[in-house]
């Protein structure tokens, strides 16, 4: 038998990458061999690429098109078979690491090579848009809990505090990787059956959202996750929105990531209150009614360097 010497590490890249269109936000896929959306992904070869950060950058051109502007490290997956199916590595296969990074684009353009397209953000995680009611997605979630929490009064407990399903519950919308990684747990998600290479009983037993694959879509929620805490201490939103916008369309950029209905005239206040944006004296024609006014951001201070977030004050 293959000894930990023998199996060795490969490294790969992937990326989460993430955009506004049609005032949602959407994320850059690819299809992988399944036939599932996948995050683009490529390995790294320690002879030939010189830094983790190129490779990425060559190989997404390559596989999408897309030519990546600023990226930030997220996290390293490192799990067991994470490149098979969890619960059935093979034993030659080399551990698979996998270091993640996050990208933001004002430009989710059209023209992307091979199978690489845009694809909602919400279409993989459903329950983390919460600017809508739906009734059916809440009564397949709590039953679907339900049936995993039993009589197990810490497993309840944590369902209720991780979904809010209950009025003594606050929404963090931040807590998106812990919310995924718990319907995996109770065999919610497509992943969950494939990686233990079983069928789920009925297509009921699933919530809706699009599986991904490998482990792609815990990626992505550690990425949204990430995105969704930055916003309110660095001006991240920014980086998805094109030079010129009005207030309201800064503000359904912020609905967009978040997965909320924000109060209009408390975003706007808070808005005003970070200094970050500066009217441009132009007017937009394009809000269907009365002209707004068109805003830019300022920047980060010249002296300091630092520039604060946004408030997310949620419409109750």
Not at 10 to 24: C, E, N, Q
Not at 175 to 182: H, Q, T, W
Not at 212 to 218: L, N, T, W
Request: net charge neutral.
């Amino acid at each position: 038998m293959a000894g930990p010497a023998d199996q060795g590490v490969r490294i790969g890249l992937s990326v989460v990458v993430m955009a506004l269109k049609d005032r949602r936000a959407v994320v850059l896929t690819t299809q992988a061999e399944d036939g599932a959306r996948a995050l683009p992904f490529g390995p790294f070869d320690p002879v030939r690429d010189r830094t983790f950060e190129r490779a990425l950058r060559d190989f997404v051109t390559d596989q999408t098109g897309f030519r990546l502007g600023f990226v930030e490290q997220l996290y390293t997956f490192g799990d067991a078979g994470r490149a098979t199916p969890r619960a059935t590595p093979t034993p030659d296969q080399r551990r698979e690491v996998s270091v993640g990074y996050l990208a933001l684009t004002p430009d989710a353009a059209q023209g992307q090579t091979h199978d690489a397209h845009w694809d909602a953000v919400f279409d993989f995680f459903p329950w983390e848009d919460r600017r809508a009611d739906n009734p059916a997605l809440h009564a397949a979630l709590v039953e679907g809990l339900t049936r995993w929490s039993g009589a197990d009064d810490r497993r309840t407990a944590r369902a209720r505090a991780l979904f809010a399903l209950t009025p003594d519950h606050r929404w963090n919308e931040e807590r998106v990787l812990e919310r995924y990684e718990l319907l995996y747990e109770a065999r919610l998600v497509a992943e969950a059956w494939r990686d233990a290479r079983q069928t789920p009983p009925e297509a009921s037993a699933l919530l809706p959202g699009a599986p991904m694959g490998s482990d792609h879509r815990r990626i992505l929620a550690t990425g949204l996750g990430r995105l969704r805490s930055k916003l309110k201490y660095r001006p991240v939103l920014f980086d998805l929105t094109p030079g010129l916008f009005t207030l309201s369309e800064l503000q359904a950029a912020a609905e967009a990531v978040s997965g909320l209905t924000l109060h209009k005239q408390n975003f706007r206040r808070g808005v005003e209150r970070t200094g970050l944006v500066e009217p441009t004296g132009q007017l937009s024609s394009t809000t269907g009614g009365r002209p707004a006014e068109l805003f830019r951001f300022k920047g980060v201070d010249p002296q300091t360097g630092a520039a604060p977030g946004l408030s997310l004050p949620a419409q109750r």
